[in-house]
C-alpha cells in the first residue's frame, strides 16, 4: 500500500510540471510557429 501511495505522489508531481508548462507554452506567448512564419515573411 505504501508503494501505490509513493507511485501516486510521484505521478501526481510529474503531471504537474507538465501542466505548468504546457501552461507556459500555449498560454504566456505565441507559439514558436507563428515566430518561424513571422521571419520567413520578413526574409522574402
Not at 6 to 29: S, V, W
Request: with cysteine.
Amino acid at each position: 500500500m505504501v508503494v501505490l501511495k509513493r507511485l501516486k505522489k510521484a505521478i501526481d508531481g510529474y503531471l504537474e510540471k507538465l501542466a505548468q508548462k504546457n501552461e507556459q507554452t500555449f498560454t504566456n506567448g505565441p507559439l514558436d510557429c507563428c515566430q518561424l512564419n513571422r521571419e520567413n515573411k520578413n526574409k522574402k
